[in-house]
Structure formats: C-alpha cells, structure tokens
C-alpha cells in the first residue's frame, strides 16, 4: 500500500507557488507533503535578491490593480480588457499548430535573461533553503511549480533535476509553455482533459503531459478509497435534498457508490451552509454583501449558515462585519453568519479547508476553485474575470457541477427553490462524478515514481 500522508519535514521534491491570487498556492499547499510542508513561494522566500522582489512586486501590483478596477465601469472594463487579451486563450477549433511563442511568452523570458528566478534556481540545484541535508549530489530534487514561470526559469538556468509544472485551470494560454516547447524537458500536470489537448497543440510532447486532474487537500479525500469524501457527500446530499426528490430519483446510484449506511436520510450533524469565498484581489466583495442582505431572514430564523471567506484581506472581512451590523445582524455573527479572519496565507488554507468540510453549497468565481466540484459540492458561480474564468465556467457547465448566480436580490427566493427541487443536490453528485477528485495522489504518484493505485482519467475535455 503506499502512503498517503507523512509527517517527515525532509522533502521529496520542492513544491513552488507564487502570491499572485490564490489558485497557485492552493494547487501547492495540497502538494505540500511532498516539500515536508514547506512550500517555496518564488516571490517572497527569504533571501529572494532585490531584482527578484522588485519584478515580482510589478506583476502582482497590476494584476491586483487591474482585478479591482473590474467592477468601475468603462475605466474598469477598458483597464481589464487590455489585460485580459494580453493573456487570452485562443479559440480550441479548429485544431491547429499553436506553438509559436506569445508575446507574454516572449516577456517572460525577457525577465529570465534580466535574471529572474536565477537565485532560487541555483539555491534549489545545491541545497535546500534552510535546511542542511538532502539527498546525495547529483540526485537533485524534483522541482514542482504551480505557476509557469519558476518551470521555465528552472529550464533556463539548467536545474540538474526533473521539472514539473502543475496547470491550475481548465484550460490554460501559451504563457505556460516555452519557447521552443517540443526541445523542452518540462513536464505538465495536467488539470482537465481540455488542458492535455491544449498543451499538444502548443508543441508539447504527449509523453510529457500527465492527466491528472487539479491537487486537493487530502484531508477532504482521505485516500484512494476516499471514504471520508463520501461521508462528507452523504451529510450534504441531506441538507440538499430536504424533501427526498433527488434520492428518490438516483437511490440505486447513490446505494452503488456511497453504500447503504451512508444513504439513510438523517439529518445532517451541520445545519444547511452556504460559504461564499472572495478572490485574492477582493474584486467581488459587494456580492457578499449582496448574499447577506437578501438571507437575512433565513439567517435569523436560522434556516441556513452563511460563511463569507475573505481570505486574508482584513479589510474585505471588516467591510463584511460592519455590513452585518447594519444590516442588524450583530448577534448572529460567529453563529448564523461567519466571518472568519486569516493571519497567513498558510493559514486560510488550512482554515478553508475545514470550512468545507460543513459546506453544503459553495458561491465563487469560476476560479481554480472550480475544481473543487469533484469533491461533491455544488458551485453557484459569481460573474467570471477573466478570460480563464470563462473556460473554467464552460467546464463546470459541461460536467453539470456549477451553474451561473440569479439576480442577489432574489437570493433568499431561487436558492431555496434550488434546494427544494433537489437542483443543488444533483449539482453536487455530478461534480462528485464527473470531475477528477484524486489529483494530488497522481501528483505525488509520479514525481515519486511509485505504482499507482488509481484509475486513469478519461480525457473529459
């Protein structure tokens, strides 16, 4: 059998992520077994050269920039257009050779030859950063990165070990891809069947494509028998279904897959719960707002529990809890309505992760958290930023797991009217399906070269 979890710090690989956002870190912290823990953010490690902070502060400062500017109109959308076509997917059909570089591509590797990612390239080829043993010379560590531009840098500068780049949405541009792709020894983890195809037509070679679908926790997994995932779809598939419409409907399959124990319609050991999670930029915190205002009542009769996840923007949860007061609802704050603070980034994946496992509806972006319909949770989706927000949301259209928001100030009407009918149910038990669950395992699987006990993906694309 072979194992699943470890608590030994030594790392097995170097697990790379950037703060930019959060669906690079979160790809990473769900990898960060294989690191012994200690993921390497390529933009703020210590001892990171003055050059190095000064390229990356530029990059995340107008992303961040831009992300909020979003919402203003005219200025907003002109801003966000600019951007967004400098990293637009091109359109799949019809097939054809993608592989010339992009001008995104080209800039990249304009900031490699200024040296970015030079440092922690030979820092990572020598010896771990802050640590004094690691394997013998010669037997580099494999490098993992969840963002592009740590894989390419790692090719540049001649990283004596394997190079893996970890693909976070479901489809992704000609910006993670080098220059000349079919000479190059990176290899990808591929986040959907959409992306194997699209990694092709940029040049790479199939050989090193691995489907493995996006990392996450294992603490909401469990393994490849994934029995506490199933205990968890169980407990939400009864608040989902309250009148019993969509386990009347699916009883044979809900019996087949989760077992007759865990299909009795008891009640669930949490109430119904939604959570509503704000990107990294903050750019959609209205809409908790929103959400807030229209619930009220059922929060106060205390027909559902809203988390509103700001990350670790204090000042996107203190916007939240000074709304809540308004909107009277001061004394239900910390029971009906949570809303939870972060001190690190490290910490509010942790803390998110443990939010979900009493969540029954998750309202989001179209972001990485797309994914996270293959641990059976429905996704209500909040207007899409960006142009791979947009292919995110086709891919949760297409495996049935998400469906787009009504109008917020009908919320306390349509959500309910969802649950009801046993929509949101049926919402989950497709992601549960249809969409990869086990990545991480997969990850881990082949960057440690051990058999794997789990099935091939099928190339949904």
Known sequence: MAKHHHNSSIPE?????????YGHSRAAFALRDLCGGSVITANAYKGIPDLDRRLWKLTRQAYEFVSRLKPIPLIGDAAFEIMDRMQRIPNFYPRRDLSKPSLQVRQTYTLLKRGLCKHLIAALGKKPLGRSSYKPIGEALPLVSTFP?????????????????????????RAWVPL????????????????????KLYGVKES????????????????PNAKPLKELLAARLCNLDPKGIFHERYSKALHQELGTELCRMTKAAHPLTLTYSVGGAGAQRQLGVDIMKSLRTHITRRNIRVNL???????????YQEAAIDLGLRKHLGKGLVIP???????????????????????????????????????????????????????????????????TPHVNEWLFDWI???????????????????????????????????EELPLIV
């Open 13 to 21: 690989a170097w697990v790379i992520d950037v703060d930019m956002g």
């Open 341 to 407: 603070t972060f001190e690190s980034r490290l910490g509010y994946f942790e803390g998110f992760t443990k939010i979900l496992e009493t969540t029954d509806i998750l309202w989001t972006k179209p972001s990485e958290l797309s994914f996270y319909t293959g641990l059976g949770l429905p996704i209500i989706m909040a207007p899409t930023i960006g142009s791979q927000e947009d292919f995110n949301r086709l891919w949760l259209q297409y495996v049935g797991g998400g469906a787009m928001q009504f109008e």
């Open 149 to 173: 531009i740590p894989a390419l840098a790692a090719e540049y500068f001649n990283y004596p070990g394997e190079i893996y780049c970890v693909t976070t949405d479901t489809d992704v541009n």
């Open 180 to 199: 000349d792709p079919k000479r190059s020894r990176i290899k990808y983890f591929a986040s959907s069947g959409r992306v194997v195809e699209r990694l």
């Open 309 to 319: 996840v700001a990350g670790v923007r204090h000042d996107v949860a203190k916007f």
């Open 208 to 223: 090193h494509i691995f489907l493995t679908g996006f990392p996450m926790p294992k603490e909401l997994i469990g393994g």
């Open 420 to 454: 009801d009918s046993g929509s949101l149910a049926r919402l989950a038990w497709n992601g549960y399906v249809q969409a990869p669950t086990h990545g991480t395992y997969r990850i881990e699987d082949t960057v440690l070269g051990r058999p794997s006990e789990l």
